[in-house]
C-alpha cells in the first residue's frame, strides 16, 4: 500500500504529518489509540511535530473518512483505521483494553431503524463497557484472596 497515493486519491496533499500518521494506523490496523498515544509513538522518530499539527492532520483524516474516532464514554476518545468494515467495541473499564466484534443482526436492526426514520446513517458507534475475561479472573482470585 502506498500511502501517498491513498492520501491523493482521498484529495488529499501528502504532507509529512499526513503520511506519518497515516502510514502509523496502517502499520497498527486494528489497533485504536489515543491522540496522546500517536503523538508519544510518532515523535520517538520525528521529535517535530506538534499536537496541534497532529490534531489537525487526525482531523482531516477522519473527514475525508481514511480513518475512524471512537468516542468510549465522555473521557476517552480513541483513531483507528477506517478500513470500510463497521464493527463494534467491547470496552473494559479495569484495563482499558478494546475488542472489536461485528454482528449481523446488529447491522441489520441498525438500517432497519435508520429506514423507519428516513435517517441517513453516516456512522455508528455501539460500545459495550465492562469487564473483560482476563480482569474477571483476576477480580475472582482477588476475592478468593481477600476471604482468607
Ligand atoms: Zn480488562
Ligand atoms: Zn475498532
Known amino acids: 500500500m502506498n500511502i501517498h497515493r491513498i492520501l491523493e486519491r482521498a484529495g488529499l ?4 504529518p499526513r503520511v506519518l500518521v497515516l502510514e502509523f494506523f496502517h502499520q497498527h490496523a486494528h ?3 489515543s491522540a496522546e498515544q ?3 509513538s510518532l515523535n520517538g522518530e520525528t521529535r517535530n511535530m506538534s499536537l496541534g499539527t497532529l490534531y ?3 482531523g482531516l483524516l477522519v473527514d475525508n473518512k481514511l480513518l475512524n474516532s471512537v468516542a468510549l464514554g465522555e473521557e476517552r476518545l480513541v ?3 477506517n478500513d470500510g468494515k463497521p464493527h463494534d467495541h467491547l470496552v473494559c473499564t479495569a484495563c482499558g483494553g478494546i475488542r472489536e466484534f461485528f454482528d449481523e443482526q446488529i447491522d441489520e436492526r441498525q438500517r432497519a431503524i435508520a429506514g423507519e426514520f428516513e435517517f441517513e446513517v453516516s456512522g455508528r458507534q455501539l460500545v459495550l463497557f465492562g469487564l473483560c475475561a482476563e480482569c474477571r479472573k483476576g477480580r475472582v482470585l482477588v476475592r478468593t484472596v481477600t476471604r482468607k
Do not use: C, D, I, Q
Not at 496533499?13 to 509529512?16: E, G, S, V
Open 38 to 40: 500517536v503523538y508519544k
Open 79 to 81: 483513531y483507528e483505521l
Open 13 to 16: 496533499r501528502p504532507t509529512l
Open 31 to 33: 489497533e485504536h489509540f
Open 56 to 58: 489537525r492532520a487526525l
